[in-house]
Protein backbone atom coordinates (compact mmCIF):
# COMPACT_ATOMS: atom_id res chain seq x y z
CA UNK A 1 0.00 0.00 0.00
CA UNK A 2 2.90 2.55 0.52
CA UNK A 3 4.18 1.78 -2.20
CA UNK A 4 1.36 2.54 -4.51
CA UNK A 5 0.56 6.08 -2.30
CA UNK A 6 4.83 6.66 -2.81
CA UNK A 7 3.79 5.50 -7.01
CA UNK A 8 0.45 8.43 -7.14
CA UNK A 9 3.03 11.01 -5.39
CA UNK A 10 5.91 10.65 -7.76
CA UNK A 11 3.66 10.89 -10.63
CA UNK A 12 2.11 14.34 -9.22
CA UNK A 13 5.21 15.61 -8.94
CA UNK A 14 6.19 14.66 -12.28
CA UNK A 15 3.23 15.93 -13.64
CA UNK A 16 3.48 19.67 -11.55
CA UNK A 17 7.04 19.47 -12.77
CA UNK A 18 5.76 20.06 -16.56
CA UNK A 19 2.70 21.85 -16.13
CA UNK A 20 -1.01 22.23 -16.83
CA UNK A 21 -0.44 20.83 -20.35
CA UNK A 22 0.72 17.18 -18.64
CA UNK A 23 -2.37 17.30 -16.59
CA UNK A 24 -4.51 17.66 -19.24
CA UNK A 25 -2.35 15.34 -21.56
CA UNK A 26 -3.10 12.86 -18.97
CA UNK A 27 -6.99 13.22 -18.29
CA UNK A 28 -7.39 12.72 -22.08
CA UNK A 29 -5.53 9.25 -22.46
CA UNK A 30 -7.18 8.32 -19.22
CA UNK A 31 -10.80 9.33 -20.47
CA UNK A 32 -9.49 7.06 -23.87
CA UNK A 33 -8.00 4.22 -22.40
CA UNK A 34 -10.87 3.78 -19.21
CA UNK A 35 -13.63 6.77 -19.02
CA UNK A 36 -13.81 6.58 -14.89
CA UNK A 37 -10.25 6.57 -14.68
CA UNK A 38 -10.24 10.25 -16.68
CA UNK A 39 -13.45 11.15 -14.47
CA UNK A 40 -11.35 10.81 -11.62
CA UNK A 41 -8.25 12.28 -12.52
CA UNK A 42 -10.53 15.31 -13.78
CA UNK A 43 -12.31 15.82 -10.38
CA UNK A 44 -9.06 15.42 -8.62
CA UNK A 45 -7.63 18.39 -10.45
CA UNK A 46 -10.25 20.42 -9.42
CA UNK A 47 -10.32 19.20 -6.11
CA UNK A 48 -6.87 20.17 -5.77
CA UNK A 49 -7.16 23.43 -7.84
CA UNK A 50 -4.29 21.89 -10.41
CA UNK A 51 -6.25 23.94 -13.19
CA UNK A 52 -7.31 27.08 -11.39
CA UNK A 53 -5.83 30.95 -12.74
CA UNK A 54 -5.75 32.47 -9.82
CA UNK A 55 -3.52 35.24 -9.85
CA UNK A 56 -1.55 34.12 -6.99
CA UNK A 57 0.03 31.38 -8.38
CA UNK A 58 1.04 32.51 -11.69
CA UNK A 59 1.91 36.17 -10.22
CA UNK A 60 5.26 37.16 -11.07
CA UNK A 61 5.03 39.18 -7.57
CA UNK A 62 4.64 35.67 -5.79
CA UNK A 63 8.57 35.06 -6.83
CA UNK A 64 9.90 38.02 -5.20
CA UNK A 65 9.04 36.71 -1.89
CA UNK A 66 11.29 33.62 -2.62
CA UNK A 67 14.79 34.17 -1.46
CA UNK A 68 17.84 32.68 -3.54
CA UNK A 69 20.32 32.57 -0.66
CA UNK A 70 22.48 35.31 -2.30
CA UNK A 71 21.32 38.86 -0.80
CA UNK A 72 23.28 40.60 -3.60
CA UNK A 73 21.21 38.06 -6.47
CA UNK A 74 17.80 39.26 -4.64
CA UNK A 75 18.51 42.68 -4.71
CA UNK A 76 18.98 42.52 -8.05
CA UNK A 77 16.59 40.58 -8.94
CA UNK A 78 14.11 43.24 -7.17
CA UNK A 79 15.22 45.94 -8.60
CA UNK A 80 15.30 44.22 -12.18
CA UNK A 81 11.86 43.45 -11.63
CA UNK A 82 10.66 46.64 -10.63
CA UNK A 83 12.41 48.46 -13.41
CA UNK A 84 10.57 46.16 -15.58
CA UNK A 85 6.82 46.65 -14.04
CA UNK A 86 7.57 50.39 -14.72
CA UNK A 87 8.45 50.17 -18.16
CA UNK A 88 5.56 47.78 -18.63
CA UNK A 89 3.73 50.23 -16.91
CA UNK A 90 4.98 53.31 -19.17
CA UNK A 91 4.57 51.38 -22.15
CA UNK A 92 0.75 50.38 -21.53
CA UNK A 93 0.15 54.22 -20.61
CA UNK A 94 2.12 55.07 -24.55
CA UNK A 95 -0.52 52.79 -25.66
CA UNK A 96 -3.65 54.38 -24.14
CA UNK A 97 -2.31 57.76 -25.35
CA UNK A 98 -1.58 56.14 -29.04
CA UNK A 99 -5.13 54.41 -28.87
CA UNK A 100 -6.55 58.47 -27.84
CA UNK A 101 -4.63 60.08 -29.98
CA UNK A 102 -6.32 57.63 -33.12
CA UNK A 103 -9.44 58.02 -31.80
CA UNK A 104 -9.17 61.77 -32.17
CA UNK A 105 -7.74 61.72 -35.41
CA UNK A 106 -10.75 59.30 -36.65
CA UNK A 107 -13.74 61.40 -35.35
CA UNK A 108 -12.02 65.08 -36.57
CA UNK A 109 -11.44 63.02 -40.12
CA UNK A 110 -15.31 62.28 -39.57
CA UNK A 111 -16.08 65.78 -38.46
CA UNK A 112 -14.95 66.98 -41.41
CA UNK A 113 -16.17 64.62 -44.15
CA UNK A 114 -19.93 65.31 -42.57
CA UNK A 115 -19.00 69.08 -42.62
CA UNK A 116 -17.75 68.66 -46.46
CA UNK A 117 -20.83 66.64 -47.37
CA UNK A 118 -23.26 68.94 -45.77
CA UNK A 119 -21.87 72.32 -47.79
CA UNK A 120 -21.95 69.94 -51.00
CA UNK A 121 -25.57 69.01 -50.29
CA UNK A 122 -26.45 72.51 -49.51
CA UNK A 123 -24.90 73.83 -52.91
CA UNK A 124 -26.11 71.06 -54.90
CA UNK A 125 -29.07 71.99 -53.51
CA UNK A 126 -28.67 75.85 -54.59
CA UNK A 127 -27.54 74.68 -57.66
CA UNK A 128 -30.97 72.92 -58.34
CA UNK A 129 -33.46 75.26 -57.06
CA UNK A 130 -35.75 76.35 -60.04
CA UNK A 131 -35.30 79.31 -61.86
CA UNK A 132 -38.27 81.84 -61.56
CA UNK A 133 -37.09 83.63 -63.81
CA UNK A 134 -36.27 86.34 -61.81
CA UNK A 135 -33.07 87.91 -62.50
CA UNK A 136 -30.14 86.44 -60.14
CA UNK A 137 -28.21 89.45 -58.39
CA UNK A 138 -24.93 90.04 -59.81
Given at each position: ??????????AE??L????K???????V??F???????LT?????I??????C???KW?P??A?F???????F???????L?R??????AF????E?????????????F???????????????????P????????
Amino acid sequence: MHAVSRYFREAEAWLDARGKGAWIATMVVAFILFWPLGLTLLVYMIWSNRMSCSARKWSPTGARFRTSGNTAFDAYRDETLKRLEDEQAAFTDFLERLRKAKDQAEFDQFMDDRARRSRDRQRNDADDAPDTGAPQPA
